[in-house]
């Protein structure tokens, strides 16, 4: 089990490789598919959603508005803010469910 801390977000990672988020998620950063002023300060973890959902995680990080994910099959994955271009796509805004960043290489570990 692994535990991270963002600037205003949490998570935990699971032995079974899932992971669970909570706390503010003004740009999406908790993953759920959700964000904006109305999606503030969530209190209970809830499993990240979307295309991360059924990947068995290893290793994940948060940064101030945005997390990162890496998967047994050494895929990437992030989802958040990507307003300065953090989570590797040109689209420069939030994607508040995890969207894979295609490296080419295989990954060993994360850092946001």
């Known amino acids: ?9 949490m998570g935990v990672l699971t032995k079974e490789g899932k992971l669970y988020t909570w706390g503010y998620n ?12 109305d999606r ?18 290893i290793d994940f990080a948060m940064g101030g508005g945005h997390t990162c994910a890496i998967t047994k099959s ?9 307003t300065n271009g953090q989570l ?13 960043i295609p490296l080419g290489d295989p990954i060993a570990k994360v850092r946001a």
């Open 1 to 9: 089990t692994q535990v991270r801390a963002g600037d205003q977000h």
């Open 26 to 37: 003004d740009f999406g950063q908790l993953g759920w598919g959700l964000h904006g002023t």
């Open 40 to 57: 503030v300060g969530q209190q209970k973890p809830n499993q990240v959603k979307g295309m991360i959902e059924n990947e068995e995680i």
């Open 74 to 82: 050494c895929r990437v994955f992030g989802w958040g803010s990507n």
């Open 88 to 100: 590797g796509h040109a689209m420069k805004q939030c994607f508040p469910e995890p969207v894979e």
